[in-house]
């Protein structure tokens, strides 16, 4: 017979299995719930919608006392847990109780002025609705981040590209957005000590808080800040027009005409003396008894509940600043403006979601601010959502894992209002999970059962599951049920009235979902190969383009894969072409679909792709699609900017062979050893009417589409 403190540890690691589950199909922090505070409509069984309400307060003095009042069930929670599942570790075959160490981290149209030809620009989910990118596209423009420059080249006539002005931006770059005469790049930055952040090393999670441990050490996590620098691009001399510093790590940025919102996350941290756990709990020594753990785990959770009575409301909100006429000005938060769910029923963090023009030089800025860790961003024309994975739904009993989503409006101007919030089944693996349509929230997620992964529980499925606003509550109102019994979705992808799942677990499934019924979505049709996509990309309207990997009969999985399918007959689509890339190789757009770029006029793709064939190599390769299949026309290398490694410094030289004269404006090098050239990583494909434009970490080549092995321009783009 099993002890007692045996049978807790096998529930321990049967909930760790779970836990860990979920943290891998997040891959962010396993965040919170919350929901309109309405009516109390059900949104889906056991849940009601006062379990997710989010409240917004009239004062400072309710807003601090609902944070505290949300921490304190955390760490109530948390006591909980490592009271009663005993924390076990076993020596010289003796159980002692005690802490195990670390714990195990959650995963955590263009207005641009004249056109005067065509080129492709970011690759966006729902049209109109601009997403930040390294690669802009404006007029005769091309514009790029590299290194922690924004790079402005005149791009035609094809042959004499050549950039016209850098411009430094502070921290490291990571998208941005053009229009009119404005570029707005979103960077992230250390706090150099001047911008108010509070430490990154520790946080209210799970447990509370968490230190990040280095060499056995404290990490030095300065805060994180994302900033927004606004810069005027009408002349050739780029001017900054505004900076603002925002205290945490950028999740998402939109653009509706010349609105941005950026969509920031932070930690909560930890208020002073909120003591550490692990070193209150096991010092000096693990606790020899039940008991005495008990007895340490009671003292620590009353340590902590003082320290967060005792905290202020400053000790909690994020910094928010901005630097006018060279000084920094705090920029405050008006408490009407924070959302909060019930106690306990978000994870870490803050999102805010905050909105300026940027065509405005001083205009204003507004800003929702809601507590919990956001997992994805998805923007329509007029709706935002939020959505939170539930990190609580294991404590609370439920069967199934489950999301949170917070519904926004977004107006005309600058307002960003808060509409609603309810629960859906399961868990979600990017925003092209997500879809708004004629007020329809429509939600491909994997359903996770409550013992995942023990002999003898129910299996893993997927679904669509669609709701809609009703009050202040987003009800669930249809659903297609379970499908693929044991699979995961892998890729999924809403065009007009329908879905498009991928599952994948030993044969990849495409399904055909009608969702022109809200109420009752429908399997139409499947079609099964090996392999799986990752990325589903509407080549027209009766035809999809894919990205993803083939697998052989075995299991095994194998190379990058493009492929066609046909969904003109809805009840039975059909594989068209499927054509694997050379060697082993792999792609941004297997997780980044602004990584995709497809020329509909021209019908062609271009995939940045990088491999091993003996040496490594980074090219960008085209290949022509269509409905009746797919035809590769060749890659273009970018070799010729690869860095010596074994030289005295980062010289780019040609690839043997290369001729200099094939490439303007690159320079010949010495001879060097091939075993000592280090690639550069290709980043993008842009076209401009009959060209490509490829651009790496090292330059860019601009090829006519007819001759991928002469460029007729080039350009050395050296970090700096």
């Known amino acids: 017979m099993r002890s007692v403190l045996e049978d807790r540890r096998v529930r321990a690691l049967a909930a760790d299995v779970v836990w860990i589950a979920v943290c891998l199909t997040a891959i962010a922090s396993c965040s919170g719930c919350s929901g309109g505070g309405g009516s109390g409509a059900p949104l889906g069984p056991g849940d009601s919608q006062s379990e997710v309400a989010?409240?917004?307060?009239?004062?400072?003095?309710?807003?601090?006392?609902?944070?505290?009042?949300?921490?304190?069930?955390?760490?109530?929670?948390?006591?909980?847990?490592?009271?009663?599942?005993?924390?076990?570790?076993?020596?010289?075959?003796?159980?002692?109780?005690?802490?195990?160490?670390?714990?195990?981290?959650?995963?955590?149209?263009?207005?641009?002025?004249p056109q005067p030809g065509r080129s492709t620009d970011t690759n966006v989910q729902v049209p109109g609705v601009d997403e930040a990118d390294v690669v802009e596209t404006a007029g005769d423009r091309l514009y790029l981040l590299h290194g922690s420059d924004l790079v402005i080249l005149q791009a035609r006539p094809p042959e004499a590209t050549a950039v016209l002005a850098r411009l430094a931006i502070e921290g490291f770059p990571t998208g941005m957005f053009v229009t009119g005469d404005r570029a707005a790049v979103v960077s992230q930055v250390d706090d150099p000590g001047d911008l108010g952040g509070d430490d990154a090393c520790?946080?209210?999670?799970?447990?509370?808080?968490?230190?990040?441990?280095l060499d056995g050490g404290i990490a030095f996590c300065p805060p994180q800040f994302t900033k927004l620098t606004v810069v005027?691009?009408?002349?050739?001399?780029?001017?900054?027009?505004?900076?603002?510093?925002?205290?945490?790590?950028?999740?998402?940025?939109?653009?509706?005409?010349?609105?941005?919102?950026?969509?920031?996350?932070?930690?909560?941290?930890?208020?002073?003396?909120?003591?550490?756990?692990?070193?209150?709990?096991?010092?000096?020594?693990?606790?020899?008894?039940?008991?005495?753990?008990?007895?340490?785990?009671?003292?620590?959770?009353?340590?902590?509940?003082?320290?967060?009575?005792?905290?202020?409301?400053?000790?909690?909100?994020?910094?928010h600043r901005e630097r006018v006429a060279g000084d920094l000005v705090d920029v405050p938060i008006d408490c009407r403006d924070a959302h909060v769910p019930p106690p306990a029923l978000s994870d870490s963090g803050a999102?805010?979601?905050?909105?300026?023009?940027?065509?405005?030089?001083?205009?204003?800025?507004?800003?929702?601010?809601?507590?919990?860790?956001?997992?994805?961003?998805?923007?329509?024309?007029?709706?935002l959502l939020l959505a939170y994975p539930d990190?609580?739904?294991?404590?609370?009993?439920?069967?199934?894992?489950?999301?949170?989503?917070?519904?926004?409006?977004?107006?005309?101007?600058?307002?960003?209002?808060?509409?609603?919030?309810?629960?859906?089944?399961?868990?979600?693996?990017?925003?092209?999970?997500?879809?708004?349509?004629?007020?329809?929230?429509?939600?491909?997620?994997?359903?996770?059962?409550?013992?995942?992964?023990?002999?003898?529980?129910?299996?893993?499925?997927?679904?669509?599951?669609?709701?809609?606003?009703?009050?202040?509550?987003?009800?669930?109102?249809?659903?297609?049920?379970?499908?693929?019994p044991g699979e995961r979705i892998f890729a999924a992808r809403f065009l007009g009235d329908r879905g498009y799942l991928v599952t994948f677990r030993r044969i990849d499934p495409l399904f055909v979902v009608d969702l022109a019924d809200p109420a009752a979505p429908a399997v139409l049709g499947e079609v099964e190969i090996t392999g799986f996509s990752e990325y589903l990309h509407p080549l027209d309207e009766t035809h999809l383009v894919t990205v993803g990997r083939?697998?052989?009969?075995?299991?095994?999985?194998?190379?990058?894969?493009?492929?066609?399918?046909?969904?003109?007959?809805?009840?039975?689509?059909?594989?068209?072409?499927?054509?694997?890339?050379?060697?082993?190789?792999?792609?941004?757009?297997?997780?980044?679909?602004?990584?995709?770029?497809?020329?509909?006029?021209?019908?062609?793709?271009?995939?940045?792709?990088?491999?091993?064939?003996?040496?490594?190599?980074?090219?960008?390769?085209?290949?022509?699609?269509?409905?009746?299949?797919?035809?590769?026309?060749?890659?273009?290398?970018?070799?010729?900017?690869?860095?010596?490694?074994?030289?005295?410094?980062?010289?780019?030289?040609?690839?043997p062979g290369t001729e200099p004269e094939s490439a303007p404006g690159v320079t010949a090098a010495a001879d060097v050893d091939p075993s000592c050239l280090v690639p550069p990583n290709m980043v993008r494909g842009v076209f401009f009417d009959d060209f490509v434009y490829s651009i790496s970490s090292g330059g860019l080549l601009v090829n006519a589409i007819g001759d991928l092995a002469a460029p007729v321009a080039a350009v050395e783009l050296p970090s700096g």
């Open 550 to 655: 083939d697998v052989d009969e075995g299991g095994r999985v194998r190379g990058l894969a493009l492929s066609v399918f046909d969904v003109s007959e809805p009840s039975a689509p059909r594989l068209v072409d499927a054509q694997l890339l050379p060697g082993d190789g792999w792609s941004p757009a297997e997780s980044s679909h602004l990584a995709f770029t497809f020329d509909s006029a021209l019908g062609i793709v271009a995939l940045p792709y990088s491999r091993y064939d003996g040496v490594f190599r980074s090219s960008l390769v085209l290949v022509a699609a269509d409905a009746g299949g797919l035809t590769p026309l060749g890659e273009v290398d970018h070799g010729r900017f690869a860095v010596d490694a074994c030289g005295p410094g980062p010289q780019p030289v040609p690839v």
């Open 391 to 484: 990190w609580s739904w294991f404590d609370a009993g439920e069967p199934n894992d489950r999301t949170a989503i917070h519904a926004f409006a977004l107006g005309e101007g600058l307002e960003t209002r808060y509409l609603a919030s309810g629960f859906v089944p399961g868990t979600t693996i990017s925003q092209l999970a997500f879809d708004v349509r004629d007020g329809v929230i429509r939600v491909a997620s994997t359903v996770s059962p409550r013992d995942a992964g023990l002999p003898g529980a129910p299996p893993t499925t997927s679904r669509i599951t669609t709701a809609r606003v009703d009050g202040e509550a987003i009800a669930v109102v249809g659903s297609t049920g379970d499908l693929a």
């Open 202 to 213: 520790a946080w209210i999670d799970d447990p509370l808080p968490r230190p990040m441990a």
């Open 54 to 113: 989010l409240s917004q307060f009239a004062s400072c003095d309710d807003l601090r006392a609902a944070i505290v009042a949300d921490a304190r069930a955390k760490i109530a929670v948390q006591a909980e847990r490592l009271r009663e599942d005993g924390w076990t570790v076993v020596r010289d075959g003796d159980v002692l109780v005690g802490a195990p160490g670390e714990p195990v981290p959650a995963p955590r149209p263009d207005e641009g002025g």
């Open 351 to 383: 999102t805010r979601i905050v909105a300026l023009r940027m065509s405005e030089d001083d205009g204003p800025i507004e800003e929702a601010l809601v507590i919990g860790g956001a997992q994805q961003v998805y923007a329509s024309a007029d709706t």
């Open 232 to 319: 005027d691009v009408a002349n050739d001399a780029p001017r900054v027009a505004r900076e603002i510093y925002l205290e945490g790590v950028s999740l998402a940025a939109r653009r509706h005409g010349d609105v941005v919102r950026l969509v920031v996350q932070r930690g909560w941290g930890v208020p002073p003396g909120v003591p550490e756990p692990w070193g209150f709990i096991t010092s000096p020594s693990l606790a020899e008894s039940e008991e005495e753990l008990r007895r340490r785990v009671d003292a620590w959770e009353q340590a902590a509940i003082a320290a967060l009575d005792a905290s202020a409301l400053e000790d909690w909100l994020p910094a």
